[in-house]
């Protein structure tokens, strides 16, 4: 298994609140990118890194920002969460060497915004 | 318009029969990679099956197979001799374009997936 762990794995926070989750990847691959996952939308793309300090908007980025100082680590943070944050966040992580280049994800954080 | 579109919310099957999970996919690129994505109950993300806009053959990995019919534009995956184990969502994904340029190249898109219910 791809050594991707996400913490915290659950989180219940209140609205207006700064909420940080961080991804942290042992396979030094180059690419990595934050997704939520809601009933009835599959997984959507929030914004996305190609190395470090360099990232970029992914399908639904309003409202979130990430930062990557260590090609191990990305953070997704929201700044003031709202209700409608609340969903599974799951990162991946991917490498260019390889035919595929499939994406390896992550457990998941599941987070509650009241 | 969706890039990736499954039409089965839910699919019902016997045990040890075959399956097709259907996909069909929008992009002007000619090059891209289709995917194939099992997510179980405990949540987690588990990577099944690869096809590239380039391959002459259908994708296969042990009981799972992508039925390929590019100028239709789907991708169908085909579960044979199902298991109840394979109970699941099932997401098809797309990646657009090749190359290394920034990145975008490896952005993956979802469908919003269809769950499997493998009956004894």
Known sequence: DAGITQSPRHKVTETGTPVTLRCHQTENHRYMYWYRQDPGHGLRLIHYSYGVKDTDKGEVSDGYSVSRSKTEDFLLTLESATSSQTSVYFCAISEIAGRSNEQFFGPGTRLTVL | ?120
Do not use: H
């Open chain 2, 1 to 120: 318009a969706q890039k990736i579109t499954q039409t089965q919310p839910g699919m019902f099957v016997q045990e040890k029969e075959a399956v097709t999970l259907d996909c069909t996919y929008d992009t002007s690129d000619q090059s891209y990679g289709l995917f194939w994505y099992k997510q179980p109950s405990s949540g987690e993300m588990i990577f099944l099956i690869y096809q590239g806009s380039y391959d002459e053959q259908n994708a296969t990995e042990g009981r799972y197979s992508l039925n390929f019919q590019k100028a239709r534009k789907s991708a169908n995956l085909v579960i044979s001799a199902s298991q109840l184990g394979d109970s699941a969502m099932y997401f098809c994904a797309m990646r657009e374009g090749e190359g290394e340029s920034g990145g975008s190249n490896y952005k993956l898109t979802f469908g919003k997936g269809t769950l499997l219910t493998v009956n004894p």
